[in-house]
């Protein structure tokens, strides 16, 4: 039994979905599904019952569950006392901005693995908003920034300056999160348009600032009037949308937000789409060190070089 069974066994358990998981991993869902079947194949045990409606535990599945999630918990704690340990000087350091989001979700896996590899180099990862991450790469106050570019209809909603240059890492669409008994429900598709006629829910946790400075908001506002209403948890979001009191906005294939019961996911009509990845200026110094790290960065998002 590998660790990364047992880690795609527990973030299968949490988003009860092999979709899910699969966006919450960067790994492919074939890989998954795999896993899988291996594990139960090589114990002759069934761990996962699989339903249209999603993935639930067996009682197998339950036990086997609490257990790796000890395991996986203890890994990880093993891993930073190694990388704390390092009695190599750190005598370079690599000033990285990021969207709060990437810095809580996809940084610290990538940041771990390059203090094991170049322990000499620091990495400085400092949260901010798209807009500061764009400047602060302009002004040459950081080398790399991370961030979401989003398109509408084919066309770049931020702008770059002239001497930045964007790398993209792994598509994502906007979708809509709505209560299963709600009218929109019975729609397989929904319009930006049908959607602003009813209270849009944003997570305060997710706005690091103003709400106006949030970039779904920004997106939807140039389609028209924004109805927000601020939820200060996640359980008050999850409820405010089963009970039909607004929708929710998410990024589908990064990203993603947990499942709530009683709430179902529409994709977007209209042709908007983002894409997560880095931006650095077009003269860089210091290249070594930067290329050493976007190789760990580019070998998380591998699965997706498929890029459309």
Not at 11 to 23: C, F, G, P, Y
Not at 138 to 167: H, W
Not at 286 to 301: A, P, R, S
């Amino acid at each position: 039994m590998q660790l990364k069974q047992l880690l795609y066994l527990v973030t299968v358990a949490e988003t009860q979905s092999i979709r899910k998981a699969s966006h919450k991993l960067f790994v492919s869902q074939q890989a998954i599904s795999q896993s899988l079947k291996n594990m139960e194949n090589e114990y002759n045990i069934h761990l996962v019952n699989r339903s249209v409606h999603g993935i639930t535990l067996t009682e197998h599945g339950k036990y086997v569950v609490s257990i790796a999630t000890e395991i996986l918990a203890l890994n990880e704690k093993l891993e930073n006392y190694f990388a704390l340990q390092s009695v190599v000087p750190k005598n370079d350091s690599l000033d990285i901005a990021a969207i709060h989001t990437a810095k809580n979700y996809i940084l610290p896996e990538i940041s771990i693995k390059h203090m094991k590899y170049y322990p000499h180099v620091q990495l400085n990862i400092f949260p901010t908003d798209t807009d500061e991450v764009i400047s602060s790469i302009s002004t040459n106050k950081m080398a790399i920034g991370f961030l979401g570019m989003v398109y509408i209809d084919g066309k770049s909603f931020l702008s770059l300056p002239q001497n930045i240059r964007f790398t993209p890492l792994v598509r994502y669409e906007y979708c809509v999160t709505i209560g299963c008994h709600s009218p929109l429900a019975h729609y397989k598709t929904l319009s930006v348009k049908s959607i602003l006629e009813h209270p849009i829910i944003f997570l305060t946790e997710q706005l690091h600032g103003s709400l106006e400075k949030y970039l779904p908001y920004r997106v939807l506002s140039q389609f028209g009037t924004v109805k927000a209403v601020l939820a200060d948890s996640a359980k008050l979001y999850g409820e405010l949308i089963v009970e039909n009191m607004g929708i929710g906005i998410s990024s589908d294939g990064i990203f993603e937000e947990s499942a709530y019961i009683g709430t179902t996911v529409k994709p977007l009509r209209d042709n908007i789409y983002g894409y997560f990845g880095y931006i650095m200026r077009n003269s860089q110094d210091n290249l070594t060190k930067i290329d050493q790290f976007l190789n760990i960065v580019h070998e998380k998002f591998s699965v997706f070089r498929d890029i459309k």
